[in-house]
């Protein structure tokens, strides 16, 4: 594949990585199943070309930017909450949905076989993806894009979720309640749009309306979860909506 075919294939993965990359072979070898390198019969001599060295440097780098984030962010938790927090945002299910909303199966290199069994919806292949994407966004860019992506992507994705199972979340609904009682506007009203998925991994899209023209959406792997999204969606609008004082 062309460098110039490559460039113009992957241009919406950069913006989603909000990265461009300078040594393109970074990210391609990110994007490299091993099954390919396997079927076309390039040996270790060949040097590594697929995404398993990135995959397993990416893994240590996303859980320091993890750890790094909720240490600043929740000062007062102890280290078995932040760690379960932390398991929840790095899980392989978490990062299955991250890499299905930037859309890495589209670009994967994937082998033949892989490719007729279904390896562009695999769940643990798309997860190990975005970690060798996180390290070639290190590789190529330094800490700072690799920060940047991961806490827009994956922690802000991640975190709502993760503090309603672990029950030390910032309680958007509660603090919705207070806002729409301190604007006068009317009781926040919740409703499920929509649930996809098998019942082991079901996917909910919940909205929040509160007065005429006012909604938030949020998905989530629960209810309550999608819930919490919606009424932030819905307060960070408000929040725009607020004169600056």
Same mark, same amino acid.
């Given at each position: 594949?062309?460098?110039? @075919?490559?460039?113009?294939?992957?241009?919406?993965?950069?913006?989603?990585?909000?990265?461009?990359?300078?040594?393109?072979?970074?990210?391609?070898?990110?994007?490299? #199943?091993?099954?390919? @390198?396997?079927e076309?019969?390039?040996?270790?001599?060949?040097?590594p070309?697929?995404?398993?060295?990135?995959?397993?440097?990416?893994?240590?780098?996303?859980?320091?930017?993890?750890?790094? #984030?909720?240490?600043?962010?929740?000062?007062?938790?102890?280290?078995?909450?932040?760690?379960?927090?932390?398991?929840?945002?790095?899980?392989?299910?978490?990062?299955?949905?991250?890499?299905?909303k930037?859309? &890495?199966?589209?670009?994967?290199?994937?082998?033949?076989?892989?490719?007729m069994s279904?390896?562009?919806?695999?769940?643990?292949?798309?997860?190990?993806?975005?970690?060798?994407?996180?390290?070639?966004?290190?590789? /190529?860019?330094?800490?700072q894009?690799?920060? $940047?992506?991961?806490?827009?992507? &994956?922690?802000?994705?991640?975190?709502?979720?993760?503090?309603v199972?672990?029950?030390?979340?910032?309680?958007?609904k509660?603090?919705?309640?207070?806002?729409?009682?301190?604007?006068?506007l009317?009781?926040?009203?919740?409703?499920?749009?929509s649930?996809?998925?098998?019942?082991? $991994?079901?996917?909910?899209?919940?909205? &929040?309306?509160?007065?005429?023209?006012?909604?938030? @959406?949020?998905?989530?792997?629960?209810?309550? $979860?999608?819930?919490?999204? $919606?009424?932030?969606?819905?307060?960070?609008?408000?929040? /725009?909506?607020?004169?600056?004082?």
């Amino acid at each position: 594949m062309g460098s110039r @075919c490559m460039r113009a294939e992957t241009e919406n993965l950069e913006a989603a990585l909000g990265h461009a990359f300078h040594d393109r072979e970074l990210l391609i070898r990110a994007l490299t #199943h091993r099954s390919l @390198c396997y079927e076309r019969h390039i040996g270790a001599s060949a040097g590594p070309i697929d995404n398993e060295q990135l995959e397993f440097l990416g893994d240590s780098i996303l859980g320091f930017l993890v750890s790094e #984030h909720l240490v600043s962010r929740f000062p007062g938790l102890s280290e078995g909450k932040l760690s379960k927090i932390k398991a929840h945002v790095v899980s392989a299910a978490h990062l299955y949905s991250v890499a299905q909303k930037i859309g &890495v199966g589209a670009y994967l290199q994937l082998g033949r076989g892989e490719e007729m069994s279904g390896g562009r919806e695999k769940r643990a292949l798309l997860a190990n993806a975005v970690e060798a994407l996180i390290a070639a966004v290190y590789l /190529d860019g330094g800490i700072q894009p690799a920060r $940047a992506f991961v806490l827009k992507q &994956v922690i802000e994705e991640g975190l709502p979720d993760a503090l309603v199972e672990q029950r030390e979340v910032s309680d958007y609904k509660g603090m919705l309640q207070e806002r729409v009682q301190m604007l006068g506007l009317a009781h926040p009203r919740y409703s499920t749009l929509s649930e996809a998925g098998p019942h082991h $991994a079901k996917t909910f899209v919940v909205e &929040v309306r509160a007065g005429q023209g006012l909604s938030g @959406c949020g998905e989530g792997s629960s209810k309550k $979860a999608a819930g919490q999204r $919606a009424a932030r969606d819905l307060l960070r609008q408000l929040d /725009d909506l607020e004169p600056r004082k």
